[in-house]
């Protein structure tokens, strides 16, 4: 057993054992949500240069299995345990597969279907790369807000925090160039979204959504003394080539989304939905993507 | 009495007895022909006249996250229990000006039923499960019946004169007072009336995920 398989095992098993021990039947409900995804993204690489960009296509498949506790007649706490595995068919080193917990406080402020809520969650996932320089643990902390204005029309804001830090255990060359550190697929970033939903009817949804990611994020080039003089962190990235680095570089990235949403039964849906992210970081770096996807989800 | 003048009296009694005393037949469907369910139909005699009818007791349970059923009709005064059949709380809710009432989070069935005292329709909530409606329509004439799957209902022992009927269901877009009918019935006539309803698109919170399959609950 390796030591990454050591590090999951024990902290997932404590915390639903915990799940289970402070939950009375009669206040509490197991729940279980999913999805098998396809995503296609134009810029896998989220590279600037047209001789770096790599576009792929990936099966994405979670599965969430919690608790919810209703503590009062306004709030509620839900905790899962979140896995998840990525199949990714052109650059089989972004396959992954990934496990963690999450935790939710739902409130509502008051009675009512028109009534505004507000969430608070965290997570915490270790994710197991193909590559394994990749490996590591992402953290999130976020708040949202929301409240169905009518009928049709129902919309959330939200903020989360993202962190991520990669297994600096797993035994790859230390390369420093330029004098720059190796930990490039560690990031901290900031999210901030607003997505609507308007109900066409019981069946049919759409959504539409704007989001800005402020902070780091990690892109792929090769060799270039402009981009290497841009980030503050660079290290060998063979799952796009042997001549490609991965580079951590701050970016103010502005994503619009769009989707529609199908419910085949009361549990079951179908989704299309499409993402264009647009990406102005430090040195006048920028690139764009542009993600499809579609996805069946359920939830029991 | 001999034998034979009491079956002579009984097959008698049995042969009279109906036909002092109608029933009215509804059949309702949507606008594309299709058989409705849970429409109510109303009948009020247009003498004025009613039936001694006492208010009963009812129940609207909670069967997997949903009201069962749908739409309950009862006779105003009546009391309607609200038993909760899941394995998890719910917190039953109504803002109707019908009747307004909050049941804080409960399982199994509240001490006390609610009495739904005035005439209309009354809306249905969980505050829990938002996806969750139920109606109940407090009917002012003790004549109301709700169509099945079928789209049928019959109203039975009308007795003979002349009536009106109407119709409600929940999505239809027409007000009930315009959906008025008038029919007679006499010991030789049943009546049957046939409604065809066009409905406004089913609009409510939704059970399946929208976009994904995680995030918090509910």
Known sequence: MSMTERRTEPVGLCFFLLLIAIAPPARSEWLMGGEAAYKYNDNLSLAQQGRDIESGNSLNLRFSPGYHFQATNYTGLTLNADLQADRNFGFTGLSQAAGGVSMDLFHKFGIGREVPWMRAGISTDWHDYANNQRDGWQFTAGISAGKRFSDHWQTTISYQFEAYRADKSVDIPALYILGIEGDAFDTDAHLLSINTVYTVNYRLSLIAGFAKHLGEVTSTTRRSSNIFDASDAITPDPVFGTDRFAYRIDANTNIFSFGISYALTGNVSLNAGYEYRDSNASHGLAYTNNIFSVNAAFRY | ?218
């Not at chain 2, 269901?169 to 029919?183: K, S």
Request: net charge positive; charged share 20%; proline share 10%.
């Open chain 2, 1 to 218: 009495m001999p034998a034979g003048r009491l079956l002579i009296a009984a097959v008698a009694i049995l042969l009279c007895a109906p036909l002092s005393a109608a029933q009215l037949t509804v059949i309702v469907t949507n606008r594309d022909g299709q058989p409705l369910a849970n429409s109510v139909v109303t009948v009020t005699n247009d003498a004025g006249e009613t039936m001694d009818r006492k208010p009963g007791t009812e129940i609207v349970d909670q069967i997997n996250k949903q009201f069962v059923p749908y739409v309950k009709p009862v006779y105003v005064g009546s009391s309607v229990n609200f038993p909760n059949s899941d394995n998890i709380r719910h917190q039953v809710y109504s803002f109707s000006p019908a009747k307004r009432f909050v049941l804080p989070l409960y399982k199994g069935t509240p001490a006390r039923p609610v009495v739904f005292d005035k005439p209309g329709i009354v809306v249905l909530g969980c505050n829990i499960h938002d996806w969750m409606i139920g109606y109940i329509y407090v009917s002012p004439t003790p004549w109301f019946a709700k169509t099945g799957d079928d789209g049928r209902a019959v109203i039975a022992n009308l007795p003979p004169g002349s009536y009106h009927a109407k119709i409600w269901h929940p999505r239809m877009h027409t007000r009930e007072e315009e959906t008025a009918r008038q029919f007679n019935v006499d010991k030789n006539n049943n009546a049957e009336l046939t409604w065809s309803l066009e409905l406004r698109p089913e609009i409510r919170p939704r059970r399946a995920p929208v976009g994904g399959g995680m995030g918090g609950y509910p």
